[in-house]
């Protein structure tokens, strides 16, 4: 598979905004606002971790700050001839990227160590010089643009290999390392950056794992279009915060305890800790960008590839309440977790920790959502008129509202799994809510 490199015209259209590079010139530089309004409607992403040092199943890049120099020279010397993902199908990735409910996806283009997933003029120390020889990022975006998923391309302006070749101490963010106080490094990461944003048009956000200064106003003069992330918005890693934050942003997590493959000693968390998380991160309005790896053979591993398939099947019948959402007034009551419909008057209530029968009638008491009379309750997922095998059961939501609060009765009648057990959260919709 091949991508396809074409440059871009003076004027960018995305969607029904219209900008232009001469409009850049003239001081328009940030992010266009609507975009980042449709950044949040997206909601899920996945983050891909992959690089050379995949195949030593260690931390991706830091490992070399601090390590005997000979280690550097044998690891840039010798695994670029060992570096042969052979099982690797790009179609793959973005098929269950497409199952498990992602919206967009942001591949590493150059981690730290200054390795390049990309076919660039600016280094042979780049994927295309491999004994694989293939332009992985180029494969991605081609892949996952013919599932409807945004590309985005994860960059850092820190670059351990440029540095080294400088004769600098590696370190990680100390003044001799930062690329406003090495010309030389600024431009040779501007020039990296106008390969990835020129020749793969495809991509429309990108994400400075560093000090994005001098970096992010380049790539808005260059494709005003392009959405930055982490430079610009707010991308917590590994955490949640306490409260809705005022502006978009997105939380960045990993299904294990590590950003790059773990071959061994690596602890995952399971489906229903996956769910949860990304339910609290859009009850606080935020986005979830959910981390996977590559192995040695080009493959995500099992273990993650489990975990996306059970968050996909939540997603296929609880997506309603993920995308196209808001912060209600208050995030949780307990366990019960709250997103409102972008658009509608429309709460979707989340009950979270606490497995649910199918079958089972259950009544709870919501204190900071009010019906009106046009209110309509139900979970979501069914059409509340059948239970399979109980024709004659009384399947109908009913609600009523009091000075205590919304009262809910409610029966869950659909059935993901074949022992008609269900761990995971069920949505509930109520509409036409008063504010």
């Given at each position: 598979?091949t991508?396809?490199?074409?440059?871009?015209?003076v004027?960018?259209?995305?969607?029904?905004?219209?900008?232009?590079?001469?409009?850049?010139?003239?001081?328009?530089?940030?992010?266009?606002?609507?975009?980042?309004?449709?950044f949040?409607?997206?909601?899920?992403g996945?983050?891909?971790?992959?690089?050379?040092?995949?195949?030593?199943?260690s931390?991706?890049?830091?490992?070399?700050?601090?390590?005997?120099e000979k280690i550097?020279d044998?690891?840039v010397?010798?695994?670029?001839?060992?570096?042969?993902?052979?099982?690797?199908v790009?179609?793959?990735?973005?098929?269950?990227?497409?199952?498990?409910g992602?919206?967009?996806?942001?591949?590493t283009?150059?981690?730290?160590?200054?390795?390049?997933?990309?076919?660039?003029?600016?280094t042979d120390?780049?994927?295309m010089?491999?004994r694989?020889?293939?332009?992985?990022f180029?494969?991605?975006i081609?892949?996952?643009?013919?599932?409807?998923?945004?590309?985005?391309?994860?960059?850092?302006?820190?670059?351990f290999?440029w540095?080294?070749?400088?004769?600098?101490?590696?370190?990680?963010a100390?003044p001799?390392?930062l690329p406003?106080?090495?010309?030389?490094?600024?431009?040779?990461?501007?020039e990296?950056?106008?390969?990835?944003?020129l020749?793969?048009p495809?991509?429309?956000?990108?994400?400075?794992?560093g000090?994005?200064?001098g970096?992010r106003?380049?790539?808005?003069?260059?494709?005003?279009?392009i959405?930055?992330?982490?430079?610009e918005?707010?991308?917590?890693?590994?955490e949640?915060?306490?409260?809705?934050?005022p502006?978009?942003?997105?939380?960045?997590?990993?299904?294990?305890?590590?950003?790059?493959y773990?071959?061994?000693?690596?602890?995952?968390m399971?489906?229903t800790?996956?769910?949860?998380?990304?339910i609290?991160?859009?009850?606080?309005?935020?986005n979830?960008?959910?981390?996977?790896?590559?192995?040695?053979?080009g493959?995500?591993?099992?273990?993650?590839?489990?975990?996306?398939?059970?968050?996909?099947l939540?997603?296929?019948f609880?997506?309603?309440?993920?995308?196209?959402?808001?912060?209600w007034?208050?995030?949780?009551?307990?366990?019960?977790?709250?997103?409102k419909?972008?658009e509608?008057?429309?709460?979707?209530?989340?009950?979270?920790?606490?497995?649910?029968?199918?079958?089972?009638?259950?009544?709870?008491?919501?204190?900071?959502?009010?019906?009106?009379?046009?209110?309509?309750?139900?979970i979501?997922?069914?059409?509340g008129?059948?239970l399979?095998?109980?024709?004659?059961?009384?399947?109908?939501?009913?609600?009523?509202?009091?000075?205590?609060?919304?009262?809910?009765?409610?029966?869950?009648?659909?059935?993901?799994?074949?022992?008609?057990?269900?761990p995971?959260?069920?949505?509930i919709?109520?509409?036409?809510?008063?504010?």
């Amino acid at each position: 598979m091949t991508t396809s490199k074409k440059p871009l015209p003076v004027d960018v259209t995305i969607g029904s905004n219209h900008v232009s590079s001469q409009e850049a010139s003239q001081g328009r530089i940030g992010n266009d606002l609507l975009r980042e309004e449709s950044f949040t409607d997206m909601g899920v992403g996945l983050f891909i971790h992959w690089s050379l040092d995949s195949q030593l199943g260690s931390v991706i890049s830091h490992w070399m700050c601090g390590v005997d120099e000979k280690i550097i020279d044998r690891f840039v010397r010798d695994y670029p001839t060992l570096f042969n993902p052979r099982e690797f199908v790009a179609d793959d990735w973005a098929n269950l990227a497409k199952r498990s409910g992602m919206r967009y996806m942001m591949f590493t283009t150059k981690h730290h160590k200054g390795f390049c997933m990309y076919d660039t003029k600016t280094t042979d120390f780049n994927v295309m010089k491999t004994r694989f020889g293939r332009d992985v990022f180029g494969e991605m975006i081609e892949a996952f643009q013919a599932h409807d998923i945004v590309t985005g391309a994860y960059f850092s302006p820190l670059d351990f290999h440029w540095c080294r070749n400088e004769g600098k101490e590696l370190h990680f963010a100390t003044p001799e390392v930062l690329p406003v106080n090495n010309p030389g490094l600024m431009a040779y990461n501007k020039e990296q950056l106008k390969e990835i944003l020129l020749d793969y048009p495809g991509v429309e956000m990108v994400f400075f794992d560093g000090p994005p200064e001098g970096l992010r106003e380049y790539a808005w003069e260059i494709r005003p279009d392009i959405l930055v992330t982490r430079g610009e918005i707010k991308t917590p890693e590994q955490e949640i915060p306490d409260d809705t934050l005022p502006s978009p942003w997105e939380a960045c997590f990993t299904l294990g305890c590590q950003w790059n493959y773990k071959a061994t000693n690596e602890a995952y968390m399971n489906g229903t800790e996956l769910i949860n998380q990304v339910i609290e991160i859009r009850a606080k309005g935020g986005n979830a960008l959910i981390n996977v790896t590559a192995d040695p053979l080009g493959r995500i591993p099992v273990e993650q590839q489990r975990l996306l398939e059970e968050f996909g099947l939540f997603m296929f019948f609880n997506q309603e309440a993920i995308y196209n959402v808001r912060p209600w007034k208050v995030c949780r009551e307990g366990d019960v977790w709250f997103t409102k419909a972008k658009e509608t008057p429309t709460v979707y209530a989340f009950v979270t920790n606490n497995p649910w029968p199918l079958g089972e009638r259950r009544e709870l008491t919501l204190k900071n959502v009010r019906a009106s009379e046009q209110t309509e309750v139900e979970i979501i997922g069914q059409n509340g008129r059948v239970l399979e095998h109980h024709p004659d059961t009384d399947t109908t939501s009913r609600w009523k509202q009091d000075t205590e609060g919304l009262h809910l009765s409610v029966m869950r009648c659909y059935r993901p799994y074949n022992d008609r057990a269900w761990p995971n959260a069920v949505a509930i919709r109520i509409t036409n809510v008063e504010e």
